[in-house]
Every structure is written in C-alpha cells, then in structure tokens.
C-alpha cells in the first residue's frame, strides 16, 4: 500500500531551526510537496521537489531522497507565526497526491 | 501567483437541504480540480478528482450520488452536498492544477460547511 509518515507534532524554540521529516511509499513518484497550514484554513505551497537534493526558498528548505523515499523540510530563524501544521505530500504515478498525516509545529518563545 | 477562489467560506443550512460550493481559477485554466474534505485535526482527505468536460473520479468511500461534482469548465468546478445531514459537516477544500508539469497545486480558501 502507500504511505506517508512524518511526526505527528514537534516543539522548537523562536530564532532556532527544525527539521520536519516525511518518510514515503508510494506506487511511483512524480514529486514531492511540502504545504504549510495554519488552523482553520486552507494549505499554502511550500515546496516542490522532483530531483534529489537540496532547494532552498528563504528560511525554508526541502530536501530529497528518492533512493531513500525520504524528505524534509528545515525551518530556519523560526518566527512565532511559523507555528502550523506541515504536510508532506507525494504524488504518485497516477499524478494522484498521497498525503501524510501533517506534522503539528509548536514554535515557544 | 495563480489564485483559486472558493466559495462561500461559510455556510450553515437545516439538514435535509443541499449546499453548492464553488471553485474557481481566476488567472489560469485548471484542467484538473480535486476536491477534499477535512475534519478538525486531521489531514486532507481526497474526495474526488475532476478533470474539465468529464465525470469526476471519486475515492473509495465517497457517495456520488450526494457529493455532486461538476467541472463544466476550465475555470470553474462545483460540489454539490445534497440532503446533507450533520456528520456532512466538515472543512471542504479545492485545488486546481493547470496541468501534470507544473509541480504546484493551488488551493482555494476553504469553505466550512455546519448542518444543524
């Protein structure tokens, strides 16, 4: 079956850095997504990574493994606001997007 | 960035009535939309997939005939909640893609159905 695992909540301080990571099986790969989402609204896109290796976007990062079916998402100089939920998102050979659970992140001050 | 707009954002209606809800793409053709529900704490849950001018593919588990879908055109993707009852109640949630190369699927804002 297909599978997406990734923590289901993590706790890091403002100004640190963390890393959210995503675990998959999939039938087929056709990239990987990272969405941030905040309570009661709708995801915002993050990321996308087709290629192994690393992107980076300002403060966010996302990396790839397909040999290892692994990924994550680094956070950088956390911010207050960047308390959300992050989800990891693989679409498989069929274009059809498998979703993890999310990854609850609890930014203290 | 490319826009999708949902609505309404909210609404709340008697059990036993229907409920349409909108998707539109307002800067870009979206030949595929996908449709989600979502309970609190929880993940997306893939509803349906539809694709312009064809019938929509629905997951195991999600009843056609009360999750009306309908994608008349590249812009624009309705689901129909008929005779919804209170467990209907939930976050539903579209996006829409302009195509399989771009690598980004774009979200509407989310509409949250309540059925007393």
């Known amino acids: 079956g297909q599978n997406i695992d990734q923590p289901t909540e993590m706790t890091a301080t403002e100004g640190a850095i963390v890393q959210i990571n995503c675990t998959y099986q999939?039938?087929?790969?056709?990239?990987l997504f990272w969405y941030q989402q905040h309570a009661g609204e709708a995801p915002t896109f993050l990321s996308y990574?087709?290629l192994d290796g690393l992107e980076e976007k300002g403060r966010f990062s996302s990396f790839l493994s397909r040999s290892k079916g692994y990924s994550y998402l680094l956070l950088k100089e956390l911010q207050m606001k960047d308390s959300a939920s992050y989800l990891c998102?693989?679409?498989?050979?069929?274009?059809?997007?498998?979703w993890g659970a999310g990854t609850k992140l609890i930014i203290k001050p | 960035g490319a826009v999708v707009s949902q609505h309404p954002s909210w609404v709340i209606c008697k059990s036993g009535t229907s409920v349409k809800i909108e998707c539109r793409s307002l800067?870009?053709?979206?030949?595929?939309m996908f449709w989600y529900r979502q309970f609190p704490k929880q993940s997306l849950m893939l509803m349906a997939t539809?694709?312009?001018?064809?019938?929509?593919?629905?997951e195991q588990g999600v009843e056609k005939d009360k999750f009306l879908i309908n994608h008349a055109s590249l812009t624009l993707s309705t689901l129909t909640v008929t005779s919804a009852h209170p467990e209907d109640s939930s976050f539903y949630i579209c996006?829409?893609?302009?195509?399989?190369?771009?690598?980004?699927?774009?979200f509407g804002e989310g509409s949250r159905l309540t059925v007393l």
């Open positions: 996006s829409a893609t302009s195509g399989r190369d771009t690598g980004e699927l774009f």
């Open positions: 800067d870009f053709q979206a030949t595929t």
């Open positions: 539809s694709n312009e001018g064809s019938k929509a593919t629905y």
């Open positions: 999939t039938s087929g790969f056709n990239g």
């Open positions: 990574n087709v």
């Open positions: 998102a693989v679409m498989d050979s069929n274009y059809q997007l498998i």
